[in-house]
Structures are given as structure tokens and as C-alpha cells.
Nanobody, 126 residues
Framework: QVQLVESGGGLVQAGDSLRLSCAASGRAFSSLAMAWFRQAPGKERDFVAAISSFVGRTNYADSVKGRFTISKDFAKNTVNLQMNTLKPEDTAVYYC???????????????????WGQGTQVTVSS
């Protein structure tokens, strides 16, 4: 069983930056492919960014390319999402997700992930 705990959400203004973290436990961190998804009120849960288990491959939604960066900290067993130049449309609950993966791929579908965090709210005011 893998436990995921997100932190770092909050209320910011448009143009600001915010860094989300997700601490993983219960499984070797290098075996986990991980991702961030987000869900705005009344909308589907959307893919934001993904990172492979150990080779560092990344993938981003078009809406966040060039603004968001996903990374893994193997010393702290955390996956981070650095969000720059935030926009009001980035407002959502952000979820961390993980799946055990022996390959070096990334996954962008929510159905591909086994484990989920509880979510952290990000609100961007205009």
C-alpha cells in the first residue's frame, strides 16, 4: 500500500508562483511513476503533469507547458510541482497520484493510477 500526502496549496494572485509537494511512503520511491491531476468545481479531473519511476521522463498537459515543472526528490521521497505564472484558470483541487511501474514511461490517464492523495486546494485570484 502506498500513502500519498500533498501539501503546499493556498491562495495566490495571478502571476504568482506556488510549489506543491507530495510525500510518498509504503513502497520504494524509485518504483513509482507519479503524476499531478486537478479538478475544478463541476469539472472532470484533468491531467496536469507526470514523471516516470526512475529515469526522469516527464509529460505535461498543453495548458501548463512552460509554466509548471514536475520533479522527484529521491532523498525526501517527494514529487514536486513547481507552478509559475499562475492563472485564475489554474484554480482547482490538485491531486497527487502514483502507480507501481517497472518501465520508464509516464501515464496521463487517471485510470492508470492506483494510489491517490487527498488533494490540496489551489486558488488563483485575478
Amino acid at each position: 500500500q502506498v500513502q500519498l500526502v500533498e501539501s503546499g496549496g493556498g491562495l495566490v494572485q495571478a502571476g504568482d508562483s506556488l510549489r506543491l509537494s507530495c510525500a510518498a511512503s509504503g513502497r520504494a520511491f524509485s518504483s513509482l511513476a507519479m503524476a499531478w491531476f486537478r479538478q475544478a468545481p463541476g469539472k472532470e479531473r484533468d491531467f496536469v503533469a507526470a514523471i516516470s519511476s526512475f529515469v526522469g521522463r516527464t509529460n505535461y498537459a498543453d495548458s501548463v507547458k512552460g509554466r509548471f515543472t514536475i520533479s522527484k526528490d529521491f532523498a525526501k521521497n517527494t514529487v514536486n510541482l513547481q507552478m509559475n505564472t499562475l492563472k485564475p484558470e489554474d484554480t482547482a483541487v490538485y491531486y497527487c497520484a502514483a502507480v507501481v511501474s517497472s518501465g520508464g514511461g509516464t501515464f496521463s490517464l487517471s485510470s492508470e493510477y492506483t494510489y491517490w492523495g487527498q488533494g490540496t486546494q489551489v486558488t488563483v485570484s485575478s
